[in-house]
């Protein structure tokens, strides 16, 4: 599994023909996205799976890993390279145990830094806070405080992930206090040019040689 850093591309969920959505996906990537999710609240099962299948043939042909979002089983079924679990989905061991040892497991995390801890002792690999700004995305989402991600950083030895109304205008300072990926809806699929905006975001990271 190539390092977590930069952007992380997640999908919004909203009706989308699957040509479309691999397409935004494709040019995202292009744009230099180096992490997708699939999340979908509302699509049927047979939709989910068949969504998830060919993101995940795009996101294999283009060397990139896709996880998806709360469904274990869905990830089990298509040979996804992992799971995204919130406070509502399965513990991480559980997702281990099924998933092997070589899936990628993140964890939700909110603003709460012992369940980040928690989730790391469960096998986390990576660790993801926000929201940080106002989503359009979530608008309920918990707010966390960018300042966290610094004691964050110093205690919790994992990759973190934030989340929640990023822009390239406000995902710098996040990245300045400890954020090793950008994680991205509306920035990016409302975006114009979906190419662009995917590199506007993966510019505000330091280039492989400098870190
Ligand atoms: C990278 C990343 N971080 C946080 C979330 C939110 O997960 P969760 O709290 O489970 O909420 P839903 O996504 O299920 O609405 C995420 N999906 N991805
Ligand atoms: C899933 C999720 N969890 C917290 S905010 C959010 C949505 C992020 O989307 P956007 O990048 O459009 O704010």
């Not at 993801?128 to 106002?134: D, E, I, K, L, V």
């Not at 610094?150 to 300045?176: F, M, S």
Request: glycine share 10%; net charge neutral.
């Amino acid at each position: 599994m190539s390092r977590l850093f930069g952007l992380y591309l997640v999908t919004p969920g909203t009706p989308m023909a699957p040509a479309d959505l691999a397409a935004i996906v494709e040019r995202a990537i292009r744009g230099g996205a180096r992490l997708v999710q699939y999340r979908d609240k509302d699509a049927d099962p047979a939709t989910r799976i068949a969504k998830a299948e060919a993101l995940l043939g795009l996101c294999r042909a283009r060397g990139v890993p896709l996880i998806v979002n709360d469904d274990l089983g869905l990830a089990a079924r298509i040979g996804a390279d992992g799971v995204h679990l919130g406070r509502d989905d399965p513990d991480p061991r559980l997702a281990r145990a099924r998933l092997g040892p070589d899936a990628l497991i993140g964890v939700s995390c909110y603003a709460d830094l012992a369940r980040a801890l928690d989730a790391a002792t469960a096998g986390a690999d990576y660790l993801a806070f926000g929201s940080f700004f106002r989503s359009t995305t979530k608008p309920n989402a918990l707010r966390a405080d960018p300042a966290l991600l610094r004691g964050a950083r110093k205690t919790l030895g994992r990759p973190l992930v934030a989340i929640g109304g990023i822009t390239p205008d406000n995902g710098g300072p996040l990245i300045a206090a400890g954020a090793d990926m950008l994680a991205v809806v509306s920035g990016v699929f409302d975006a114009p040019d979906c190419e662009a905006a995917a590199r506007a975001y993966t510019r505000l990271f330091p280039t492989e040689d400098s870190r």
